[in-house]
């Protein structure tokens, strides 16, 4: 896969009742991080994500990220093959950045990228 799925997010209105939801339904761990709690694979499967609150529309939403290099390269591609960008490369203050983006059928998808060590 050229771009893999490397992360993903779940927006919720009411964080701590969806937080404690994953936590009790599926075991997950969570680390708090403000507006978002992040989740880390277990045992080494899976991906890392969050719940997140935006503190505005859109409330309830799951979005997966795949990784890219070049976010403004990508969002070009996208937007030559029929898709349509959402929100353009935005910095994430703990590092990286991300965007996000629609398919041809209306999908909404996320970039992400991460910090260059």
Same mark, same amino acid.
């Given at each position: 896969?050229?771009?893999?799925?490397?992360?993903? *997010?779940? &927006?919720?209105?009411?964080?701590?009742?969806?937080?404690?939801?994953?936590?009790?339904?599926?075991?997950?761990?969570?680390? *708090?991080? &403000?507006?978002s709690a992040m989740a880390e694979p277990a045992e080494g499967k899976g991906i890392s994500g969050a719940i997140t609150s935006l503190g505005h529309e859109p409330h309830q939403y799951v979005m997966v990220y795949l990784e890219v290099d070049d976010i403004p390269a990508v969002l070009a591609k996208i937007e030559e093959y029929g898709g349509?960008?959402?929100?353009?490369?935005?910095?994430?203050?703990s590092g990286g950045s991300f965007a996000w983006f629609k398919d041809p059928g209306g999908n909404m998808l996320g970039l992400h990228k991460k910090n260059k060590d």
């Open positions: 896969m050229g771009y893999p799925v490397t992360y993903f *997010d779940i &927006g919720c209105e009411d964080a701590p009742r969806n937080r404690r939801f994953y936590q009790e339904a599926f075991g997950w761990k969570l680390v *708090d991080r &403000g507006l349509s960008v959402v929100m353009a490369e935005t910095p994430i203050p």
